[in-house]
Nanobody, 127 residues
């Protein structure tokens, strides 16, 4: 079983940047595909970005495409979500999620496909 710990959230002005980190303990990320989700108050939790086990394939929601970058560092057992040009509508709690997989290239795009979740980190973007 893998435990996920997110960090890097905070308060930033619109147009600013943040980098979220998600570190694994208990297992390495070398057997997992990962995803970043977010949940704003009163809204459903939605997928922001996904990355394959190999790190070679990535998916981004249209709302963040071109602004966010998801990267995976197996040696550090950490994944990162670089968020640039932040907007007030990016305000949410961001969650890291992991899915054990044998597929190097598959990305998982829905909540039920993920087995493990972090506790979340708050991102607030002021206008």
């Amino acid at each position: 079983q893998v435990q996920l710990v997110e960090s890097g959230g905070g308060l930033v002005q619109a147009g600013g940047s943040l980098r979220l980190s998600c570190a694994a303990s208990g297992r390495t990320f070398s057997s997992y595909a990962l995803g970043w989700f977010r949940q704003a108050p009163g809204k459903e939790r939605e997928l922001v970005a996904a990355i394959s086990l190999s790190g070679g394939s990535t998916y981004y929601a249209d709302s963040v495409k071109g602004r966010f970058t998801f990267s995976k560092n197996n040696a550090e057992n950490t994944v990162y979500l670089q968020m640039n040009s932040l907007k007030p509508e990016d305000t949410a709690v961001y969650y890291c999620a992991a899915r054990l997989t044998l597929s190097g290239r598959t990305m998982y795009l829905t909540r039920p496909e993920y087995d493990y979740w972090g506790q979340g980190t708050q991102v607030t973007v002021s206008s």
